[in-house]
Nanobody
């Protein structure tokens, strides 16, 4: 079992920045990748960014060039730096971890609101 604890959401003005963090804990798991997905009201959950333990990143088209995912393997933590935020980035952001035994776990979600 893996637990994910997210932090860093909040309210920000358009053009502003936020940094999300997600820390994983548990026993007897090996991470394959961690990442972030988001879900806006009335929309499907979509990919934001993922990061493998080997350092390979993948971004959703709508955030490329504005968001950066990074990680600290020693702390089992992944970060999402979000710059140039737009109102359409407003959503609940969920942390996700995929383990080497083909299991996946979700965090509880953190709200990001971009509004003036």
């Amino acid at each position: 079992q893996v637990q994910l604890v997210e932090s860093g959401g909040g309210l920000v003005q358009p053009g502003g920045s936020l940094r999300l963090s997600c820390a994983a804990s548990g026993s007897s798991y090996i991470s394959y990748f961690m990442g972030w997905y988001r879900q806006a009201p009335g929309k499907q959950r979509e990919l934001v960014a993922t990061l493998t333990t080997g350092g390979i990143t993948n971004y959703g088209d709508s955030v490329k060039g504005r968001f950066t995912i990074s990680g600290d393997n020693a702390k089992n933590t992944v970060y999402l730096q979000m710059n140039s935020l737009k109102p359409e980035d407003t959503a609940v952001y969920y942390c996700y971890i995929a383990t080497m035994d083909a299991r996946g776990y979700w965090g509880q979600g953190t709200q990001v609101t971009v509004s003036s």
